[in-house]
Every structure is written in structure tokens, then in C-alpha cells.
């Protein structure tokens, strides 16, 4: 039942519309229902099972407190797209993929640490000591950092997972992430090959509604994964709580009869090197 209203929904939202039947990629056929006036419809059956699977990975890759990188750089997807990674605190990129953003991670940092020092003495009134043409060159150079940088400023080493909007358009960021064995997840039209992203869901990736509902759907699974992990840790943390100084204490002890056992051992004819001494001659 939920499938079938899934399902609904997105044949609503106009997912399942691909490309030109002259543009098509062969490798596409698999996922391909049926042409129509030219244009070639996408199987829903095979988009909920990719985007089932795709938000099962995601979910336990949040769970286990990984990052995930969002990426978008079309025009109908980029404040969609950062508005869902910033409402579950994930890195993303929306407006240009720099080259060697994955593959020259630590230069990309220096990039990101040179903003955040501008940002710092912009707040804390040490620009002030500057002239106001120098003041203003700081100003837009922070600017334009922020716009490429802003969103992998809180991220310190290279995301577990990339999810693509369109893999065609993101070829870049896709050859890197393959490069350096980074877990795929894409929105793939008829144009494109699914077989290059580890999770592949067959979809209307010009589409705004299109766009929207996918990204909307894997958001919601990653931010329940997140809740999960926190569930998790507030668990823990209430176990060690509840733990009685009784239980401590005979914790402790049986710690102390381990470290006694040991050491009978270790005086037992075995040095602290782990070689057996040698009988003392007479």
C-alpha cells in the first residue's frame, strides 16, 4: 500500500518523464516502461525499488555518523537541494564543483580555512585597522568564497557518500567520488549511464517536482538514521547512569583480580619483553 501511494506520487510529480528517444542511453533500457510521442517513460516500479534501497544505504550510513555530500549545480535544483542538507547539518554544493575538490581535499581546506580567518577578523573589529579599500577586498573576497566554500566549511575530511541530482551534469564530482572509492547515489535519466553510481534511482532529474520529491524523500531517511544515532547515544548514556555504586564497585574489583592474575604470570618465568627467562646457573 505504501509503495502503491509512493508510486502515485511520483508519477504526479512527473518523475516519470526521460529524455528524447534520440538522446537515450542504451544502458537505460532496463528501467525504461514504454516510449510515447518520441519521449521515453521511465518504469516507476523500478524508481521506488532504487529509491527504497538508495534511502536504506543513506539512513545507515547517517546512522553511523558518517557525511553525506549533497550535490547540485543545476539551476532548478540548487536552493531545493540546500535547503535539505542544511535541515539535516550536511555538507553540500550547489553552485560550482571545483576541480579537485575530493581528489586535492587538503588544498580545498586551505581555501576553507583562508574564509574562515577572513570571517573572523571581519567579526571581531581587527579589520578595522585596515584601510577601507583593503576592508572592502576582503569583504568580496569573502563573499565569493562563501558562495563555493560555504557549504563543505564544516566538513574536515572527505564525505563517506555523494548524492548527484544528475549524474551528467555532475560528471566531475562522479569521476572523483569513483576515483577515490566514495559510495554513489544519483538521480539518473534516460541520457545517462546508471552503471556508473553504486545506487542508481531511475528518474526525471530537469523537473523541479521531480527533483524535489526524490531529494525530499532521501532527506527524510538520512535524518531518521540521525535520529536513530542519537536514540542510541542517549541510551548509552543513560545505561552508565543507572549503573549502582555497588556495581561499580564490584566492577573494580574483578578489574584488580585481573591485574593480580597477571601478574603472578608475568613473575611466573616470563619477562615484561615476553621472552621466558633463563634458569639462573650455579
Same mark, same amino acid.
Request: with cysteine; charged share 30%.
Given at each position: 500500500? #505504501?509503495?502503491?501511494?509512493?508510486?502515485?506520487?511520483?508519477?504526479?510529480?512527473?518523475?516519470?518523464?526521460?529524455?528524447?528517444?534520440?538522446?537515450?542511453?542504451? %544502458?537505460?533500457?532496463?528501467?525504461?516502461?514504454?516510449?510515447?510521442?518520441?519521449?521515453?517513460?521511465?518504469?516507476?516500479?523500478?524508481?521506488?525499488?532504487?529509491?527504497?534501497?538508495?534511502?536504506?544505504?543513506?539512513?545507515?550510513?547517517? &546512522?553511523?555518523?558518517?557525511?553525506?555530500?549533497?550535490?547540485?549545480?543545476?539551476?532548478?535544483?540548487?536552493?531545493? $537541494?540546500?535547503?535539505?542538507?542544511?535541515?539535516?547539518?550536511?555538507?553540500? $554544493?550547489?553552485?560550482?564543483?571545483?576541480?579537485?575538490?575530493?581528489?586535492?581535499?587538503?588544498?580545498?581546506?586551505?581555501?576553507?580555512?583562508?574564509?574562515?580567518?577572513?570571517?573572523?577578523?571581519?567579526?571581531?573589529?581587527?579589520?578595522?585597522?585596515?584601510?577601507?579599500?583593503?576592508?572592502?577586498?576582503?569583504?568580496?573576497? /569573502?563573499?565569493?568564497?562563501?558562495?563555493?566554500?560555504?557549504?563543505?566549511?564544516?566538513?574536515?575530511?572527505?564525505?563517506?557518500?555523494?548524492?548527484?541530482?544528475?549524474?551528467?551534469?555532475?560528471?566531475?564530482?562522479?569521476?572523483?567520488?569513483? &576515483?577515490?572509492? $566514495?559510495?554513489?547515489?544519483?538521480?539518473?535519466?534516460?541520457?545517462?549511464?546508471?552503471? %556508473?553510481?553504486?545506487?542508481?534511482?531511475?528518474?526525471?532529474?530537469?523537473?523541479? /517536482?521531480?527533483?524535489?520529491?526524490?531529494?525530499?524523500?532521501?532527506?527524510?531517511?538520512?535524518? #531518521? =538514521?540521525?535520529? #536513530?544515532?542519537?536514540?542510541?547515544?542517549?541510551?548509552?548514556?543513560?545505561?552508565?547512569?543507572?549503573?549502582?555504586?555497588?556495581?561499580?564497585?564490584?566492577?573494580?574489583?574483578?578489574?584488580?583480580?585481573?591485574?593480580?592474575?597477571?601478574? %603472578?604470570?608475568?613473575?611466573? =618465568?616470563?619477562?615484561?619483553?615476553?621472552? &621466558?627467562?633463563?634458569?639462573?646457573? /650455579?
Amino acid at each position: 500500500m #505504501e509503495n502503491t501511494s509512493l508510486q502515485q506520487q511520483l508519477l504526479e510529480a512527473g518523475v516519470h518523464f526521460g529524455h528524447l528517444k534520440k538522446k537515450w542511453n542504451p %544502458k537505460m533500457l532496463p528501467y525504461i516502461f514504454a516510449e510515447k510521442k518520441g519521449i521515453h517513460i521511465i518504469d516507476l516500479n523500478k524508481t521506488v525499488e532504487g529509491l527504497q534501497e538508495a534511502a536504506a544505504a543513506l539512513k545507515s550510513i547517517a &546512522r553511523s555518523g558518517k557525511k553525506i555530500m549533497f550535490v547540485a549545480t543545476k539551476k532548478q535544483a540548487k536552493e531545493l $537541494v540546500q535547503e535539505c542538507a542544511q535541515r539535516v547539518n550536511m555538507p553540500y $554544493v550547489t553552485e560550482r564543483w571545483l576541480g579537485g575538490m575530493l581528489t586535492n581535499f587538503n588544498t580545498v581546506r586551505k581555501s576553507v580555512k583562508k574564509m574562515q580567518s577572513i570571517e573572523k577578523m571581519l567579526a571581531d573589529g581587527s579589520a578595522e585597522n585596515l584601510t577601507k579599500k583593503e576592508r572592502l577586498t576582503l569583504t568580496r573576497d /569573502k563573499e565569493k568564497m562563501e558562495k563555493v566554500l560555504g557549504g563543505i566549511a564544516q566538513i574536515s575530511r572527505i564525505p563517506a557518500a555523494l548524492f548527484l541530482v544528475d549524474i551528467g551534469h555532475e560528471h566531475i564530482a562522479l569521476a572523483e567520488a569513483r &576515483r577515490l572509492n $566514495v559510495t554513489t547515489f544519483g538521480m539518473v535519466d534516460t541520457n545517462c549511464d546508471p552503471n %556508473k553510481v553504486d545506487f542508481a534511482i531511475p528518474s526525471n532529474d530537469d523537473a523541479t /517536482k521531480s527533483i524535489a520529491i526524490i531529494v525530499s524523500y532521501i532527506t527524510a531517511a538520512i535524518a #531518521e =538514521g540521525l535520529q #536513530e544515532r542519537q536514540a542510541d547515544k542517549d541510551d548509552d548514556q543513560e545505561g552508565d547512569v543507572e549503573e549502582s555504586p555497588e556495581a561499580r564497585a564490584a566492577r573494580f574489583e574483578e578489574k584488580q583480580e585481573g591485574g593480580d592474575e597477571k601478574g %603472578k604470570r608475568g613473575r611466573g =618465568g616470563v619477562s615484561s619483553s615476553g621472552r &621466558r627467562r633463563s634458569p639462573a646457573r /650455579k
